[in-house]
Structure formats: C-alpha cells, structure tokens
C-alpha cells in the first residue's frame, strides 16, 4: 500500500463495478478511507468486502445519486463511518442511446439527471461539509464525448459537455475555499457500460473495432482512469482546478 491519498476520505458515486470499483479499489490501496455509494447492493459490497480483505477502508451505501432523500442519508452514513469527506468523485453515469427523434422525452431527462444534476444534487451536501475540514477535491466524471459529436449519443454527449462546463463554474465559485473542483475526461474504456452498448448492436465486434481504430491508444481500461483520478483527488494537483482533464488515447489529437 502506498500513501498518496491519505488522510482522505472518498465518496465514489456509482463504485460497484467499472471505473468507479477500480477508482475504489485503487484510492484504498493509496491509503483513502473510501464510501462506495451505489444502486447495486451486491456488487457494491463485494467491492468493499475486497477492499477490507485488504486491509483498507471502505464502506457501502445504497444510493440513487438522482434522490437527495437517498444522497442525504448516505453521507450521513459515510461521516458516521468513515469520517467528513475530503475527497467526492461524481463518477456515476448512465449512457442513453438513441438519436434526438428515436429517444424519449423521460429518457432524455433520466440521461441529465443521473449524469448532471446528481452532481449538483450530491456536491450541495457534501461542500459544507468538506468546507468544515478545510477543503478537498471533486472530480466529476465527463468524456472524450463532451468534445466529439458521436450520432447516437445526442443526449449522453450533451450531459457530458455541461458536466465540463458545470465544473468550471464550481472550480470559480470555491477555489477560495480550497475546494478544488476538475472534470475528468476518458477516451472509451473497456467496462460493461461499453459492453451493453455493444450488445445492442447487429454487429458489436465490427463497431468495438471502429470503436479502437478511432483512438490512436487503441480501448483503455477501467485502471487507466483510476490513476488519473488519484492524481486529482491527491494534493499533487493542488494547483489544479477547473480544468478538464483528457484520459482519451488521443484521439482528440486526430
Ligand atoms: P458502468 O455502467 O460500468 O458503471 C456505472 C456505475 O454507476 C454502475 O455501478 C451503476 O450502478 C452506477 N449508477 C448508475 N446510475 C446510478 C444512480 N442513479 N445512482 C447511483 N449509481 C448509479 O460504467 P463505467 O464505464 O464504469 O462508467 C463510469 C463513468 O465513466 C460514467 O459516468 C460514464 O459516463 C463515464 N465514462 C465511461 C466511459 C466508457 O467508455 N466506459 C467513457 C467516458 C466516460
């Protein structure tokens, strides 16, 4: 175990399985006290029981990051049980697929709740929060897709654009507080939001190949975001803030 993040208590939003169960994984082993906060109660409590096994800290909530009855009632659970966090990484994400005349009208909306106003939702209670321990980090996940239009993501492109945006107005807002608050932006990254997404396809192996020929780095893994993470929610970025961060396998280099 290293010690780049200790003495920080981490919420993970949507940390039973993907990026965000790497992230926990991964910010434990670097010394974070870590709350897993997600829909999927088993999944979540695997993460954290291996977490444990490993002699970190972790703890599970159940939480739908589109309730703030639910968001309330997981940070108090996560202070009670870990401590005020310093450390919020906004990860959880959904990905509706459809173009503007294909996609519902409550699809769209679910799209902007889960992806953006979770983050409005989620960061509201824990900012004063962190403000009483003297600052801290927030991460909020985004995407390649807040730069490239891809035709059948209008909607989850779009969300991923206002949560850069969103972010910025944040890091403005608080930089004077040390809350330091960046967007983090993957290239598209082998977990099973990508594997559902190519399940729904004629030909999934065909568009998987698109997919990787258009990043120069080919697909990247759940751990190649994990570490960029850890590099914002540590004091090693403490003169960073505001700034979208490309984890993208360059394709916005092309
Ligand atoms: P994933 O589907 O494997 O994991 C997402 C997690 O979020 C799941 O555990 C899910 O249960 C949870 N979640 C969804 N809705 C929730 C809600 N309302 N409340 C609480 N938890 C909820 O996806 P992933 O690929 O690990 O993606 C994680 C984040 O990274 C997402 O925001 C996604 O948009 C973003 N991202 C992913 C990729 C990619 O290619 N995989 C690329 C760029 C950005």
Redesign the pocket.
């Known amino acids: 175990m290293a010690d780049r993040l200790k003495n920080k208590v981490a919420v993970i939003?949507?940390a039973?399985?993907?990026?965000?169960a790497k992230s926990a994984e991964i910010f434990a082993q670097e010394g974070a006290a870590v709350a897993v906060?997600?829909?999927?109660e088993e999944?979540g409590h695997t993460v954290v029981n291996n977490i444990i096994e490993n002699n970190g800290r972790a703890f599970f909530c159940r939480?739908?990051?589109?309730s703030s009855n639910q968001i309330e009632g997981a940070l108090d659970q996560t202070i009670s049980n870990l401590g005020i966090p310093n450390v919020l990484f906004n990860?959880?994400?959904?990905?509706v697929v459809g173009e503007i005349e294909e996609i519902s009208e409550e699809e769209w909306d679910h799209q902007y709740a889960?992806?953006v106003k979770?983050i409005y939702l989620v960061s509201r209670v824990v900012i004063p929060n962190m403000r009483q321990v003297g600052g801290g980090s927030i991460i909020n996940?985004a995407?390649?897709?807040a730069y490239v239009g891809f035709p059948m993501h209008p909607a989850y492109t779009s969300s991923?654009a206002a949560v850069v945006h969103l972010s910025r107005s944040m890091a403005v807002r608080y930089a004077s507080e040390s809350i330091r608050v960046n967007s983090l932006c993957?290239?598209?990254?082998d977990?099973?939001?990508?594997q559902e997404f190519l399940d729904q396809q004629e030909n999934g192996d065909a568009v998987k190949k698109e997919i990787e020929d258009m990043h120069p780095l080919g697909i990247g893994t759940?751990e190649d975001i994990a570490w960029a993470a850890v590099y914002l929610a540590s004091d090693e970025s403490k003169y960073m803030t505001g700034a979208p961060m490309l984890v993208e396998g360059g394709i916005l280099s092309l």
């Open positions: 939003t949507g039973a399985r993907g990026i965000g906060w997600d829909v999927l999944r939480c739908d990051v589109t990860n959880a994400g959904i990905a889960v992806n979770s996940m995407s390649e897709s991923k993957p290239g598209t990254i977990t099973e939001l990508l759940s």
